[in-house]
């Protein structure tokens, strides 16, 4: 299956997940560029589709608010939240999450706890908040290997994070997680208000929270549902 994801200089964690998430569901790919792909999954690159799209639309998102999209053409079985799907045009239902939600399937068997905190920046955040995390703490990578970030993070007992799918893991994971905003991410904080929106909260920077329980688990259920619908018919 010919997938686009965003790749820049060095990987980033959760474009990375898009090929894994995929292959999961027993959907061999191969990465092209946008105009050439049969199906995008994850990341904030609507806006990197061509106009007229017509593949198909697994939960990527917007980056900034005031894009308008047309996804007329396109075969839409989820988008990130509702603020993406908002100036879509996107037609029938659509199931509202980040992929990123499913990251745990990609586990091959539990990871124990090791570290009190794990700290997530976002690649382009090198803030003083991430230079000296305490000794139980544990600071993460996110241009290494998906894999071995998405265990990183599972091994911690809580989560700071400026990058969204740091949050969107701990999410998945049932972490407790606090959003540091970090003003040279796209989109003023668009799309973690996008994401969180579709869990029906009101998400904020330097606050504690745990998402609901039953918020991630209905968001991971349609999500599943979705891709197995894709991947059925191809």
């Known amino acids: 299956m010919k997938l686009y994801y965003w790749r820049g200089k ?7 997940l898009a090929p894994l ?4 569901f027993g959907v061999p790919c191969e ?5 050439e792909a049969a199906v995008v999954v994850v990341g904030s690159i609507a806006e990197h589709l061509p106009a007229g799209y ?3 639309v697994l939960g990527i998102g917007k980056a900034h608010e005031e894009t308008r999209l047309d996804l007329r053409r ?10 993406t799907l908002r100036r879509s045009m996107a037609l029938g239902s659509v199931v509202l999450g980040d992929p990123g939600l499913l990251a745990e399937r990609l586990l091959d068997q539990p990871v124990p706890v090791v570290y009190d905190v794990g700290f997530v920046p976002h690649y382009a955040d090198r803030g003083a908040w991430f230079q000296t995390p305490p000794g139980d703490g544990l600071l993460i990578d996110v241009t290494g ?10 091994e911690c007992g ?9 949050l969107v893991v701990a999410d998945a994971l049932g972490r407790p997680r606090k959003w540091e905003l970090y003003d040279r991410v796209q989109g003023a904080g668009f799309k973690f208000a996008d994401y969180s929106a579709a869990l029906g909260e009101d998400l ?9 329980t039953s918020a991630v688990r209905a968001a991971q259920a349609d999500l599943s549902e979705a891709f197995q619908q894709f991947a059925a018919e191809g």
């Open 158 to 166: 809580r989560i700071v994070t400026s990058s969204l799918h740091g």
């Open 74 to 83: 396109a075969r839409v079985f989820a988008l990130r939240g509702p603020l």
């Open 54 to 56: 017509t593949g198909a």
């Open 10 to 16: 060095r990987p980033n964690f959760g474009d990375e």
């Open 145 to 154: 290997p998906p894999l071995r970030v998405l265990r990183a993070i599972a």
């Open 21 to 24: 998430l995929l292959e999961s």
């Open 204 to 212: 904020r920077p330097g606050v504690w929270r745990t998402a609901r």
């Open 31 to 35: 990465r092209v560029k946008a105009a």
